[in-house]
């Protein structure tokens, strides 16, 4: 009788081991599907993208085009789709791109929108490369000082969500649209009437001692150049502040620029400049009680912030900040459309790393 109980608990046994395999087998199975496909499809509150199973083979002359990535856009190669991918970040991304195109003379690449997917999607594979060196260069210790007094435009990676603000985005009814094409535009701010320079305006292609042009690496000197014309006149424009680089041996080019310089030169043409405000990367709310009270004074700011997690540095003169804390500057890049631009409406980008105030 004991026999035919251990012979029945042996069968038992034996069954429930084989049961145990086939379904670890199964798991597996469908583990190793789930992760068969290379990109992802969807990001969180959009409808899925299908992208095709079957790759084509690659088209080799777009092929060549190095990937690029803005504070507007990020476009590579993707060989699933054999087309030029621009994930777009900002509303002017497409017209950015088109301008990026003209600049690094790809038309005759890139010469059939069908080449062109332009999405609000992730869902370039790899990462791109950087349109400035400091961007995706990795820091020691002895570059990291120079690197925070050394930006100029500055890049975002798609990290860098433009999510609305807590607290409402105010637009100001004080200033005018400009035409995106429109080199200069006066604006008012408090009861300034004050210059507006777009470092992609009619000057774009101007080129910066060391490289590069106005538009790829000058948000530095064109914010300069509105403050010297609107405190002092005209005649400071983008290029002459340019010159005025060159001619004292400021750092000027692909690597951007210095606020160091940027400060010395408005003092050289007769303006009063404050100490160093030094931020640690603070959002708005926490600078703002501060810069509030220089702006009471009649001071504006000259000001370096990140536009993303990796650094994207950007340069813009802060003009005004309303009652609801909303910060608002003439923006060489994001400004174009919007005088002056609310940069709150980026929140909780940018994060304040200097500024130092001027004024006449």
Request: aromatic letters at 10%; a negative charge; proline letters at 8%.
């Amino acid at each position: 009788m004991k026999k035919i109980y251990l012979v029945i608990a042996g069968a038992f046994l034996f069954l429930l081991i084989v049961t145990s395999m086939l379904l670890s087998l199964k798991k597996k199975s469908v583990i190793n599907n789930q992760k068969s496909s290379p990109f992802p499809t969807s990001v969180p509150g959009q409808e899925k993208t299908v992208l095709p199973q079957i790759t084509p083979p690659p088209n080799s002359t777009l092929s060549t085009i190095e990937p690029v990535e803005t504070l507007d856009f990020k476009a590579a190669y993707v060989p699933a789709f054999n087309k030029i991918v621009v994930e777009k970040k900002t509303p002017q991304a497409e017209e950015l791109f088109n301008q990026w195109v003209d600049q690094n003379q790809l038309d005759e690449i890139i010469n059939n929108k069908n080449d062109v997917l332009f999405t609000d999607e992730k869902i370039i594979p790899t990462p791109s490369d950087s349109i400035h060196k400091l961007e995706n260069k990795v820091k020691n210790f002895f570059q990291l000082m120079d690197d925070l007094n050394s930006i100029g435009r500055g890049t975002d990676n798609n990290q860098s969500p433009a999510t609305n603000s807590p607290i409402p985005a105010k637009k100001n009814d004080r200033s005018p649209k400009p035409s995106p094409s429109t080199n200069a535009t006066t604006g008012q701010s408090g009861n300034q009437s004050l210059t507006y320079y777009a470092q992609c305006g009619d000057l774009g292609n101007l080129s910066l001692p060391d490289g590069c042009t106005l538009c790829n690496a000058g948000c530095g000197p064109t914010s300069v150049a509105m403050i010297a014309s609107s405190y002092l006149g005209p005649k400071y424009d983008p290029k002459v502040i340019v010159d005025l680089y060159g001619t004292n041996g400021y750092l000027l080019g692909c690597d951007g620029s210095r606020y160091t310089d940027a400060h010395e030169l408005l003092k050289s043409l007769g303006l009063k400049t404050t100490d160093y405000l030094v931020f640690d990367s603070e959002k708005a709310e926490t600078v703002v009680p501060e810069l509030r009270k220089y702006l009471d004074s009649g001071w504006t700011f000259f000001a370096l912030a990140s536009f993303c997690e990796s650094g994207c540095g950007h340069y813009f003169w802060i003009t005004d900040i309303d009652g609801q804390g909303n910060i608002f500057a003439y923006d060489p890049a994001y400004g174009r459309y919007e005088i002056p631009y609310n940069e709150n409406s980026r929140y909780p980008y940018p994060l304040y790393r200097l500024a130092f105030g001027v004024k006449k």
